[in-house]
């Protein structure tokens, strides 16, 4: 096999990076096949990337024998049964994050995933592969802050999108399973530990909306690590400036910061606001690389035959970590994990 024939699921906001990468910027990658429960979606597979094999049903699309691997884009809910059923028909997956919505399912897709040691599976933990994120794990593989001890982790949606997180407040399942599990993955990541405990708590101030439909718009979690190390997660959902992605991890010997100031480029604008320097807009911009070096990344572990660095394991403990840190935040208490 030279070029991975890959079959999309799903091609709303993020579906449509991954299609695009996968058409247009990995060479070793076609995409042959798309399936959406929402006909606009597959036309716009059609006349963007001249893909014949469109499809309504996911199983209709597996029996296509041309498909080596599926990427998984559609709604969390439908992940961990796609994953399933796609590992049964033989092919490989990449399924975008969250693995699933409750533990059970990730359970068995994880099940799935272990019968099938002769597929790949690949989850998509992106910030891994941003080249700002991988660096900062390599100075720290190689010792530049000596032990690292503590990860304090901040993502805030920008404020010019909260009239979607307002309405999707009532289903999000709550502030921390919705916007923390990029940061819980990459505190394991960068600890090399698993978090035993946790306390969260939340609030709102600014948008009444988000404590009427039982979430928050703030939320705010402290994890105690079995190796002793301590992670904060503080997840937003109004941040006037953009889309602030900014995680710092101190260590014995120094201290790491990544995406202080969330700077769209390297611009300076002085002008009457003073000195400026402009902000990322939001996780496409952010993230537009990562995507791309992910998807790079599980198609040469299928072609090379080697077994991705992010795992099905690493999408169960998130979603654990998830639910622990959701339990707290509801109940007010510290919680086991
Ligand atoms: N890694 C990241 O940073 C990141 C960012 C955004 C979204 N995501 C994840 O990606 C997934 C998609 O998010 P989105 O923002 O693109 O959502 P979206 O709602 O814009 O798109 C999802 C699409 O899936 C399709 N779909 C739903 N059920 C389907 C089914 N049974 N079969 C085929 N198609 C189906 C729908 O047509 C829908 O348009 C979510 O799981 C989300 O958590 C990850």
């Known amino acids: ?30 995409l042959v096949a798309a399936c959406s429960i929402v006909q606009d979606e597959l036309d ?13 049903d996911f199983h209709e699309m597996l029996k296509n024998p041309d498909i080596d691997a599926v990427a998984i ?24 994050k969250p693995l699933g919505v409750n533990l059970e399912e990730c359970l068995q897709a994880k099940a799935a995933v272990d019968a099938h040691p002769e597929l790949k599976f690949f989850l998509g933990f992106m910030r891994r592969f941003d080249p700002s994120y991988s660096y900062a794990k390599k100075k720290i593989d190689e010792g530049a802050i000596g032990k690292p001890y503590l990860v304090k982790a901040t993502g805030i949606d920008p404020e010019a999108t909260v009239e979607g997180s307002i309405r999707f407040a009532k289903n999000s399942g709550g502030i921390f399973l919705d916007m923390s599990v990029h940061d819980i993955d990459l505190m394991r990541w960068f600890l090399g530990a698993d978090p035993k405990e946790v ?3 939340g609030c709102t101030f600014k948008h009444p909306e988000f404590a009427e439909a039982g979430d928050d718009e703030t939320g705010v979690a402290m994890y105690k690590f079995d190796n002793g190390a301590i992670g904060t997660i503080h997840v937003g959902r109004t941040a006037p ?9 101190v260590g014995t010997e120094g ?8 700077e769209k480029n390297l611009t300076m604008i002085y002008n009457e606001h003073g000195a400026v320097k402009e902000c990322i807009e939001n996780f496409q911009i952010r993230f537009d690389e990562a995507y791309r070096i992910e998807m790079e990344y599980f198609i040469d572990c299928v072609l090379n ?3 991705p660095s992010v795992t099905v394991e690493d999408g169960v403990e ?18 086991k994990i």
């Open 1 to 30: 096999m030279d070029k991975v024939r890959v079959g999309i699921a799903g091609l709303g906001r993020l579906g449509k990076v991954h299609a695009n990468n996968i058409a247009n910027k990995i060479k070793n990658a076609e």
């Open 44 to 56: 716009y597979a059609k006349k963007e990337f001249g893909v014949k094999s469109l499809y309504t």
């Open 73 to 96: 884009v559609t709604t969390s809910s439908e992940h961990c049964w796609q994953i399933e059923a796609a590992m049964n028909a033989g092919k490989h997956v990449f399924s975008d």
């Open 199 to 201: 306390y969260a708590t």
């Open 241 to 249: 400036h953009g889309y602030h992605i900014e995680t710092e991890i």
């Open 255 to 262: 201290t790491l910061r990544i995406s202080p100031v969330p």
């Open 305 to 307: 035959d080697e077994k």
């Open 318 to 335: 998130s979603t654990r970590i998830g639910f622990a840190t959701t339990e707290s935040w509801k109940t007010g208490g510290i919680v």
